[in-house]
């Protein structure tokens, strides 16, 4: 398994404005993927980051708006850009650290006013 | 397209009694499956999961069914507590390229009635 923390826990912010998500792992993970949760759906893969090479984005979802660092096994941010409160959801980073199993984060509740 | 479908948005059950819920999906190349437990304001906890080449697998309470022909799943949890009460998410693994994803189900909220 593995012990994956996010900061912030949750924030409100205003529209326009711009929030980066920090994802920590404790052990080396070649992939890690930074989902979203909007409220009563599913939760949606944005995008998968490869340490050393640009990330991966689901239809749907560019790099403008939703920018992903990766500088090392271990960590991970994701930006979100030009907030509007379309962009109200819960944002999740999952690791597999081997095998099948996706383990993810806490989350960071996100509310854009 | 949704490919994982969980049909029933909520389960309410005795506790003691037998929860089950399902989970079908259309896509034939999915090779593993999985099943996510979510409580309020916490991320997804893996529960237990099943390759496509068996039909069953256990763990403690939890037994995960998989009926390949009816592209169908279901989560049994045998006694229900009340602290299983909580959002379980389906998931379905399939290969993209060199790596792997999952696509989720919307989720079935469970109620363990005490």
């Known amino acids: 398994s593995a012990v994956i923390s996010q900061k912030p826990s949750r924030d409100i912010c205003q529209r326009g404005t711009s929030l980066t998500i920090q994802c920590q792992v404790d052990s080396q993970v070649t992939m890690m993927f930074w989902y979203r949760q909007q409220p009563g759906q599913s939760l949606t893969l944005i995008a998968t980051?490869?340490?050393?090479?640009?990330?991966?984005?689901e239809s749907g979802f560019v790099i403008d708006k939703f920018p992903i660092s990766r500088p090392n096994l271990t960590f991970s941010t994701l930006t979100v850009s030009n907030m509007s409160p379309e962009d109200s959801s819960i944002y999740l980073c999952?690791?597999?650290?081997?095998?099948?199993?996706?383990?993810f984060g806490p989350g960071t509740r996100l509310l854009v006013l | 397209d949704q490919q994982v479908k969980q049909n029933s948005p909520s389960l309410s059950v005795q506790e003691g009694r037998i929860s089950i819920l399902n989970c079908d999906y259309t896509?034939?190349?999915?090779?593993?499956f999985l099943w996510y437990k979510k409580y309020p304001a916490e991320g997804p906890t893996f529960l237990i999961s099943i390759s496509s080449i068996k039909d069953k697998n256990e763990d403690g309470r939890f037994t995960v069914f998989l009926n390949k022909s009816a592209k169908h799943l279901s989560l049994h949890i045998v006694p229900s507590q009340p602290g299983d009460s909580a959002v379980y998410f389906c998931a379905a693994r399939y290969k993209w390229g060199s790596n792997y994803k999952l696509t989720f189900g919307k989720g079935t909220l469970l109620t363990v009635n005490p």
């Open positions: 999952s690791v597999t650290p081997g095998g099948a199993t996706q383990y």
């Open positions: 980051a490869n340490q050393g090479s640009e990330a991966t984005y």
């Open positions: 896509n034939s190349m999915f090779d593993y």
